[in-house]
């Protein structure tokens, strides 16, 4: 039996602000559905299909990995994306020091 087809690429942005929202996806594959895990965020909508949103966190670094899973349940291979959460822009009070 051949294994099942992993998936061949994840499309989305690299790089995001914190605490925002962004999507990502992957080629359709007929008969299959997808397995998302993401780390430094949540998956807010669309697991088990070919493209998700994600609710990103805090600044760091976040991991978005995908299998797919054929129509016995069988998984394929893991492939994953690194995601640049930039850290939260500092407010002008806290870049200049106040003089009284």
Request: hydrophobic residues 35%; charged residues 5%.
């Amino acid at each position: 039996m051949e294994p099942p087809t992993p998936p061949d690429t994840i499309i989305g942005p690299l790089t995001v602000c914190p605490n925002t929202t962004a999507s990502y996806t992957t080629s359709p594959i007929s008969g299959y559905t997808f397995n998302w895990v993401v780390t430094g965020g949540t998956v807010a909508s669309g697991q088990g299909t070919d493209s998700i949103t994600v609710n990103w966190g805090s600044s760091g670094t976040g991991t978005i990995t995908l299998n797919s899973l054929n129509g016995c349940g069988c998984p394929s291979d893991v492939i994953s994306i690194n995601v640049n959460i930039l850290p939260s822009p500092l407010l002008m009070q806290e870049m200049i020091p106040l003089f009284v």
